[in-house]
């Protein structure tokens, strides 16, 4: 190990002497289990700053095409012919152009494969679309269509506020994906503590309160279980708040389902409660 000219442990400016086993064992950071550690938490915090502005940033851009485009199909349009001689219908073509000047639409002649799914593209079996939200040349599979809203506000949308659909890339419309997960297990976790309740709660109607002591157990016991329901209220309340705001309407519908029936279930607490 190395030692000072006091024969003192010196690991930074010693030189390297032998010593005895006690004094090997003996010298400062032997014992110590932690090895030399290198913080990359400022790196790492760096890294995903960009990542998350980079994500904002791509976010509100999509968001503001989203909003152009709804504002696009609101318009009104002034009736043409079709010159074209085609089949598309005039108002089509007129949406089209429009959503053309919004997002720039890659040059379909030059795209032979499905940029996600690699399928080669046919005239018939597997037919090009254009993204309306970044442009890209996508397929079918790989594609879907998302509500326009009429308003173009976070508020609570209704069917009779979309007024169209347009077309986006599969690889954007999935990013909800895990949010229609999350609103799927938490619906399936409300069905089961709503099953676990009833059960619960026929059993202590079944039970005969025979002194004050028990009746008092039995309303601390549902007092519990209203706790619990809403807390989760409050919590399926926030998931359609956020769900609202990133318009994924899908999601709205299946949590407004379940706040539903978890504010009956605390209809019929309270209601239990206020009997005893």
């Not at 790989?142 to 347009?166: A, F, P, R």
């Amino acid at each position: 190990m190395k030692l000072d000219k006091q024969a003192l442990h010196d690991p930074d400016n010693g030189y390297w002497c032998r010593v005895c086993e006690d004094c090997f064992k003996s010298r400062d950071g032997y014992f110590d289990t932690e090895g030399v550690i290198r913080s990359h938490t400022s790196t790492f915090i760096k890294s995903r700053t960009k990542g998350i502005e980079r994500a904002h940033l791509e976010g509100n851009r999509l968001e503001k095409r989203l909003e152009k485009l709804a504002k696009a199909y609101t318009d009104p349009i002034k009736p043409a012919n079709n010159t074209q001689g085609g089949l598309t219908p005039p108002l089509t073509l007129k949406h089209r152009r429009r959503e053309q000047l919004i997002v720039k639409w890659e040059d379909d002649a030059s795209v032979t494969n499905c940029p996600l799914c690699r399928t080669s593209f046919g005239k018939i079996t597997n037919r090009k679309h254009h993204c309306r939200l970044c442009g890209r040349v996508v397929c079918e599979k790989c594609s879907s269509k998302i509500s326009l809203n009429l308003n173009n506000s976070y508020s609570e949308t209704t069917e009779q506020d979309t007024i169209g659909e347009i077309r986006s890339s599969q690889e954007i419309v999935n990013q909800t994906h895990a949010d229609y997960q999350l609103a799927a297990r938490t619906r399936k976790e409300l069905l089961e503590n709503f099953a676990q309740f009833d059960k619960i709660s026929k059993k202590i109607n079944s039970l005969s309160a025979k002194t004050e002591s028990e009746k008092q157990e039995i309303v601390e016991d549902l007092r519990q279980q209203l706790i619990v329901l809403l807390e989760q209220e409050e919590i399926v309340q926030g998931y359609i708040h956020v769900a609202t705001r990133k318009r994924k309407f899908d999601d709205v519908k299946t949590l407004k389902t379940s706040l539903d029936e978890l504010r009956l279930e605390i209809d019929k607490k309270k209601k239990e409660l206020g009997d005893l």
